[in-house]
C-alpha cells in the first residue's frame, strides 16, 4: 500500500490506517456494541500482513479498553504498527465522558496509555476535542513538555477549526489534524484542508464510510436490528429522513463501484483519498474479513468521471434530505 508523509514528520503512513473505536467493544455511551477481543486482536494483526502499518485508538474508547485490546496484539506482533491514541477525554464514575486539558490530568492519562499500551513512548498522541476551549493552550503545552520528556514523539489534535489551530501553532509545531470527513460530512473543505497544506499539518481522516453508513450494507432492517448500545441509534443519518436519502445515494455509489469492480466501501475510502491534502484515512474494522475488503481502496485513485457522477448524486442526496 503507498504512504503520505505526514506533514513535517519523519512518519509515512499508509494511505490506510485501521481504526480501533469498536474495538473499544460495548458498556459506555459512544460504544459499537459487544465486541469479541480475540476478533479485535485477529483484525490487527490482519492489516499489518495487508500492509497497513498504522493503528489509531483513543483513551476514550471503551474507557481504556481498545488500548488495553490494541496492547495486546502489539505484544503478540513480530512486526508492529505506527500507534496512534488520544487524550483529554476523560470519564466519571458512570461512565460519562466529559473534557479535560490541565495539565495534572494530561500527565495521568499518558501515563495510563503507557501503560495500557506497553510500549515506552507513543508514536502520535493527539488532543481528542478542544474542550474546554479556553485550556488548548494549557493542554497544548503540556503535550509539548511531554515529547521533551520521550514520552511522546508527535503529537497532533482532532476536531479543531483553524483559529483553534492558529492559536496553538506558536507552542510546538502541529504534526496533524484529525477531522471527520466523508461524503457526507465536508466542512473540512471550507479551508481547513488548505490550512493545513499551507502549514504541513497532516491530515488524518476520520469515518470515511460515514460509521459504516456508506458501505453498501446498511438497510432499514439492519438500522433496526442495531443493539440498543450502539450509538448510532440516536445518530440522525440512521433516522429519516436522512436515511431514505442516505441510502438512496449508496445505491448510486454502488452502480459507480461495481463499473470498476469494486465495493462502496472502497469508493468511499478512495473519495477521501483524492484530495492531495488527506495523508490517510482512519478505516475501522471489527473482524480481519472487513479490513481485507477495504484495504485495496488505499491505492485506488478515482477517474474524473468517477468524481463527476459522484457529485452528481451527493447534489441529488443534499435535495431530498433538505
Known amino acids: 500500500m503507498q504512504t503520505r508523509k505526514l506533514g513535517w514528520t519523519d512518519l509515512r503512513f499508509t494511505t490506510m490506517g485501521l481504526g480501533a473505536w469498536a474495538m473499544g467493544g460495548a458498556g459506555w455511551r459512544f460504544g459499537w456494541g459487544p465486541q469479541d477481543d480475540a ?54 464514575d458512570t461512565g460519562t465522558p466529559y473534557g479535560n486539558l490541565k495539565k495534572a490530568s494530561l500527565h495521568a492519562e499518558c501515563e495510563a496509555s503507557l501503560k495500557r499500551l506497553g510500549v515506552d513512548a507513543i508514536d502520535l498522541y493527539q488532543i481528542h476535542w478542544p474542550d474546554p476551549d479556553a485550556d488548548i493552550e494549557e493542554g497544548w503545552g503540556t503535550l509539548a513538555d511531554l515529547v521533551k520528556e520521550g514520552k511522546l514523539r508527535y503529537i497532533g489534535v482532532c476536531n479543531f477549526n483553524v483559529e483553534q489551530l492558529k492559536r496553538i501553532a506558536p507552542i510546538h509545531p502541529i504534526a496533524s489534524l484529525q477531522p471527520p470527513y466523508s461524503m457526507l460530512v465536508r466542512g473540512v473543505e471550507d479551508g481547513l484542508l488548505q490550512y493545513c497544506a499551507r502549514n504541513h499539518i497532516g491530515v488524518v481522516a476520520y469515518s470515511p464510510m460515514q460509521k459504516g453508513l456508506l458501505t453498501g450494507k446498511v438497510t432499514r432492517a439492519w438500522v433496526a436490528g442495531l443493539p440498543e448500545d450502539d450509538h448510532r441509534r440516536r445518530d440522525a443519518m440512521f433516522q429519516e429522513p436522512q436515511l431514505s436519502a442516505n441510502l438512496k445515494l449508496v445505491g448510486g455509489l454502488q452502480a459507480i463501484a461495481k463499473r470498476n469492480g469494486r465495493t462502496a466501501a472502497q469508493l468511499a475510502i478512495a473519495w477521501v483519498l483524492r484530495r492531495p491534502e488527506v495523508t490517510a484515512a482512519i478505516v475501522g474494522a471489527r473482524r480481519p474479513a472487513q479490513i481485507e475488503e477495504t484495504a485495496p481502496a488505499g491505492d485506488w485513485a478515482l477517474s474524473a468521471e468517477d468524481i463527476h457522477d459522484i457529485d452528481t448524486l451527493l447534489v441529488e442526496r443534499a435535495a431530498q434530505a433538505a
Open 39 to 92: 476478533d479485535s486482536i485477529a483484525t490487527l494483526k490482519r492489516a499489518v500482513d495487508l500492509g497497513i502499518n498504522w493503528v489509531d485508538t483513543a483513551a476514550i474508547y471503551g474507557l481504556g479498553h481498545s488500548e488495553e485490546v490494541v496492547g495486546r496484539a502489539l505484544r503478540e506482533m513480530s512486526r508492529k504498527p505506527i500507534v496512534a491514541t488520544k487524550c483529554s477525554r476523560r470519564w466519571d
